[in-house]
């Protein structure tokens, strides 16, 4: 079991950039397939991106290609998400997920052991 602790969210103008990070405990983090999810008020927690343990395979929902990227350093035990080019809809609570059986990154957030505590994210226009 890992547990996990984003940071990395705040306020950011539209167009603006923002990278999110999230540390894990735990020896077994390398392991893990690991994912993105993201939660706007009044909305089903969404997937947003995915990568592999190890790092070989990504995945994004389409309403990101292009704009954000899924990276992760096993020896420093971190997963992050870089975004770029945010719009006002990326507006969510960002979670970060861990999957302890995924060979690949996938979508179903039912899928996923263990979830950090979220961390605000808001675009203004």
């Known amino acids: 079991q890992v547990q996990l602790v984003e940071s990395g969210g705040g306020l950011v103008q539209a167009g603006g950039s923002l990278r999110l990070s999230c540390a894990a405990s735990?020896?077994?983090?390398?392991?893990?397939?690991m994912g993105w999810f993201r939660q706007a008020p009044g909305k089903e927690r969404e997937f947003v991106a995915g990568?592999?343990?190890?790092?070989?395979?990504?995945d994004y929902v389409d309403s990101v290609k292009g704009r954000f990227t899924i990276s992760r350093d096993n020896a420093k035990n971190t997963v992050y998400l870089q975004m770029n080019g945010l719009k006002t809809v990326d507006t969510a609570v960002y979670y970060c997920?861990?999957?302890?059986?995924?060979?690949?990154?996938?979508?179903?957030?039912?899928?996923?052991?263990?979830w950090g505590q979220g961390t605000q994210v808001t675009v203004s226009s």
């Open positions: 997920a861990a999957d302890k059986y995924g060979s690949t990154p996938r979508r179903n957030r039912y899928e996923y052991d263990c």
């Open positions: 735990g020896r077994t983090f390398s392991r893990y397939a």
């Open positions: 990568i592999m343990w190890s790092g070989g395979s990504t």
